[in-house]
Each structure stands twice: as structure tokens, then as C-alpha cells.
């Protein structure tokens, strides 16, 4: 089975902090994305990435940014973290299969907390 | 972004009866695919069925099965015999903007009681 692991389960942070979300995947897949998801707002995209290296915006990249060094791992970076930012972050992957389906394999989440 | 409309509110439904969730969405594009994802409680995001652009039959994976009405821009999830562990949030996503990146609704929340 495919995996993607988020690192931290639960964080608790301040405003002002710097916050790493990281995120990794065991299959080789090419892509991968960061969501957040909060009560009446379903999932919203936040960045993905194609390939190492490579980030795309997604719908709400502001106060976020990412890094993509290495094929397996993506991370989440909130430069100067908000109250706003509070939210459960899921983090996925997928990768293009013969039928077209871009199937996302999804991590457990992240629930942040900024105080 | 694109916008997905899941509008019905929390629903109760039998065990063993089928349930309908209903998918709405606004798109120019000709070609894509749609997703559904079930959430239980526990959080993780579990795929359920994916519907590509050409696929003549609607798709059925075990107990769920896709109504695709592309000209009707909309895409139900019909469960059937439906089982506690069915109780969750279900999400629709369609693979919009041609770019193979899924936008997600705000999700039905279902609750399944014996």
C-alpha cells in the first residue's frame, strides 16, 4: 500500500512562529499537494508540485510556502504563523496512471493550532 | 477557483437502504474525470470511485456507483446496503482546469443509523 506519512499528528504553535509541515510518500509518485481543510470549507489547495523542485500555486497559497528537494518528501512552510492558520492540513500524492485518473493517496493530517 | 456544489445537509439514512448524495459543478471543459472521497471520523481522506471523461457505463466499485451526467455538469454517489461504517463526510471531486489537479466540495455528511 502506498504510504504518506505526515510528520506531526498535532502541533501547537504561536503567532510569529516559523512551521515546517512535512510531508513523505513511499511509492515513487510524481505528485504531490498540500490541503487545508476547515468545518464548511471542505478542501482547498494550497500549493502542488509536479517534480523535484517544482511548486505551483494552488488557491490559497498566501502567508504559505513549500519545498520540494527530494522526490518522496514535500513540506509545508509557514514563514510567520497566524491564528488564521489554524486548520488541519492534509498532504497527498498520486501519480498518472494509463487510464488518466490522477488517484490521491492522502496522509492522516496535521492539526495545527496557533495561539 | 471552480466551484462545487454538495448543498444537501446532514443525512440519516436506514442501514441497508441505498442513500444518494448529489454533486453539482461549474465547468467549460470537455474532458475530465471525477472523484468521490469518503472522511469517517478518524480524518483520513479514502478513495472511493473515479469516473473518467469517455467512460460510457457509469462506474460502480462494490456498493457505490456513479450517476455521470456530464451534460448536466453533475455526478451522484448512490451507496448502497448501506452499513454503519458508512457514516462519514463524502466528498466529490472533479478533475477540472485540465490540469489533472482535483478541486474538492465542501462535502455531504451522511450518518447511517440501525
Known amino acids: 500500500d502506498v504510504k504518506v506519512t505526515q510528520s506531526s499528528r498535532y502541533l501547537v504553535k504561536r503567532t510569529g512562529e516559523k512551521v515546517f509541515l512535512e510531508c513523505v510518500q513511499d511509492?515513487?509518485?510524481?505528485?504531490m499537494f498540500w490541503y487545508r481543510q476547515d468545518p464548511g470549507l471542505g478542501l482547498r489547495l494550497i500549493y502542488f508540485s509536479y517534480d523535484v523542485k517544482m511548486k505551483e500555486k494552488g488557491d490559497i497559497p498566501e502567508g504559505y510556502s513549500v519545498s520540494r528537494e527530494k522526490k518522496e518528501r514535500f513540506s509545508l512552510i509557514l514563514e510567520s504563523a497566524s491564528t488564521n492558520q489554524t486548520s488541519m492540513y492534509l498532504c497527498?500524492?498520486?501519480?498518472?496512471?494509463?487510464?488518466?485518473?490522477?488517484?490521491?493517496?492522502f496522509g492522516a493530517g496535521s492539526r495545527l493550532t496557533v495561539l | 477557483a471552480q466551484k462545487i456544489t454538495q448543498t444537501q445537509p446532514g443525512m440519516f439514512v436506514q442501514e441497508k437502504e441505498a442513500v444518494t448524495l448529489d454533486c453539482t459543478y461549474d465547468?467549460?471543459?470537455?474532458?475530465?474525470?471525477l472523484f468521490w472521497y469518503k472522511q469517517p471520523s478518524s480524518g483520513e481522506m479514502i478513495f472511493l470511485i473515479y469516473?473518467?471523461?469517455?467512460?460510457?457505463q457509469n462506474a460502480t466499485e462494490g456498493r457505490y456507483s456513479l450517476n455521470f451526467q456530464k451534460a448536466r455538469k453533475s455526478a451522484n454517489l448512490v451507496i448502497s446496503a448501506s452499513q454503519l461504517g458508512d457514516s462519514a463526510m463524502y466528498f466529490c471531486?472533479?478533475?477540472?482546469?485540465?490540469?489533472?489537479?482535483?478541486?474538492f466540495g465542501k462535502g455531504n455528511q451522511v450518518v447511517v443509523i440501525p
Open positions: 511509492m515513487d509518485h510524481e505528485n
Open positions: 497527498a500524492s498520486s501519480f498518472w496512471s494509463g487510464t488518466g485518473a490522477n488517484v490521491l493517496t
Open positions: 469516473q473518467g471523461s469517455y467512460d460510457e
Open positions: 465547468t467549460s471543459d470537455q474532458s475530465y474525470g
Open positions: 471531486a472533479p478533475c477540472l482546469d485540465g490540469n489533472n489537479r482535483l478541486a
